[in-house]
């Protein structure tokens, strides 16, 4: 069946510092994606609705100039979280039609 | 705007007894599709099932199941004789359509099954 696969799986880096994510889908074309954020013990939220060739729509309150999303082809998006601090840390998901998942990322910023 | 109530934060249970999450949701939309997602420890999201509005038929698959009731918008899910296994957190969710879809999701609930 039709999958999304996402890497990294986990990252930690330091305060300050940049993570890009990344979002695939694999045998199939994927015009949008969604990127969705989990806090500990909280439930996933949506960020930002990706669209390839064109910009992401954010939801409000989440800056867009810190997480810079790329859909540049077909099968990939990406989300950069730029300048990253403790407060970034989380759950980043990603989405495709269906919905179909990928197996997200935890991102821990020390 | 849609909204998705999960009002059971944690439960806990004993191996073998029989366990229902409730779902209540809300919308305007007359087309909406429901889903139940299980997240273990591990973080992915497992996808159990998808039910359209237009479909009220209680399901079953294996021990678990699902009671889809309109009249009073709301979506259960039961798992019966529970297993150590099953224990994660269950989110219940809610889309306007199934392709190209934003899903508006519920709190979760944790499950607690112990031997």
């Known amino acids: 069946g039709a999958v999304v696969s996402q890497h990294p799986s986990r990252v930690i880096c330091k305060s300050g510092t940049s993570v890009k994510i990344e979002c695939r889908s694999l045998d199939f074309q994927a015009t949008t994606m969604f990127w969705y954020r989990q806090f500990p013990k909280q439930s996933l939220m949506l960020m930002a609705t990706?669209?390839?060739?064109?910009?992401?729509?954010?939801e409000q309150g989440v800056e867009k100039d810190k997480f810079l999303i790329n859909h540049a082809s077909l099968t990939l998006s990406t989300l950069t979280v730029t300048s990253a601090h403790p407060e970034d840390s989380s759950f980043y998901i990603c989405?495709?039609?269906?919905?179909?998942f990928g197996s997200g990322t935890q991102l821990s910023v020390l | 705007a849609q909204k998705v109530t999960q009002a059971q934060t944690e439960i806990s249970v004993v191996e073998k007894e029989d366990v229902t999450l409730d779902c209540v949701y809300e919308?305007?939309?007359?087309?909406?599709?429901l889903f139940w997602y299980k997240q273990p420890p591990s973080g992915e999201l497992v996808f159990l099932i998808r039910r359209n509005s237009f479909d009220e038929q209680n399901e079953i698959s294996g021990r678990y199941s699902w009671n889809f009731q309109k009249s009073t918008s709301s979506f259960n899910f039961t798992i019966t004789a529970s297993q150590v296994v099953d224990s994660a957190v269950y989110f219940c969710a809610l889309s306007e359509a199934p392709v190209d879809s934003t899903l508006t999701f519920g709190k979760g609930t944790m499950l607690l099954v112990s031997p």
């Open positions: 990706s669209n390839e060739g064109s910009k992401a729509t954010y």
């Open positions: 989405s495709a039609r269906g919905p179909i």
């Open positions: 919308t305007r939309d007359t087309t909406y599709y």
